[in-house]
């Protein structure tokens, strides 16, 4: 199987009770599921800052204007279409005051509407719990990376 990088950008959103927001998503190929901040591709001349808050506002409707500057490079290796896909992604951080505030996909694409299966504002300390796999797997040192003085502890913490 090829190995395939495409530059992306994700946003880990928190709300008021510092809840995750997870995207659950089909892979069309095997029919497998997975968790995943939103996020995808960056386009050309786009910013992983600016590719970050498109992608969040597409998926998810949340205002993008959350999204800090700050951004940590993440590597990443997972499968999905058939493709195996390794090589970093940037990683932001926004913040909610409401409790999981609503979510509008009105920018999704025909087939991220098709594979999109729900989402789920996940509390940090859960999320070792998920029933089924969590991308990238050590999402939370990279939540630790973003906001080193949540209550999530070091990176060094795993999951």
Same mark, same amino acid.
């Given at each position: ?22 995207? +659950?998503?089909?892979?069309?190929? =095997?029919?497998?599921?997975?968790? #995943? ?15 970050? +808050?498109?992608?969040?506002? #597409? #998926?998810?409707?949340?205002?993008? @204007? ?8 993440? =590597? +990443? ?11 970093? #992604?940037?990683?932001?951080? @926004? ?36 029933? =089924? ?13 973003? @906001? ?7 990176? @060094? =913490?795993?999951?």
């Amino acid at each position: 199987m090829d190995t395939t990088h495409r530059p992306a950008a994700r946003v880990i959103c928190l709300d008021a009770a510092e809840r995750l927001l997870l995207l +659950r998503w089909r892979d069309p190929f =095997d029919g497998a599921l997975i968790w #995943e901040p939103p996020g995808g591709g960056i386009e050309p001349d786009e910013t992983p800052l600016a590719a970050a +808050r498109r992608e969040l506002a #597409e #998926e998810t409707g949340l205002d993008p @204007a959350a999204v800090l500057e700050r951004g940590v490079p993440v =590597d +990443r290796d997972f499968h999905w279409k058939g493709t195996h896909f390794a090589g970093v #992604e940037h990683f932001f951080l @926004a913040r909610y005051p409401d409790d999981r505030p609503p979510l509008r996909r009105g920018g999704l694409l025909p087939d991220e509407q098709a594979t999109l299966a729900g989402h789920a504002w996940v509390p940090w300390s859960d999320l070792a719990t998920l029933p =089924d796999p969590l991308e990238p797997p050590h999402l939370r040192s990279v939540l630790a990376d973003l @906001a080193p003085d949540g209550p999530w502890g070091s990176a @060094a =913490d795993g999951v």
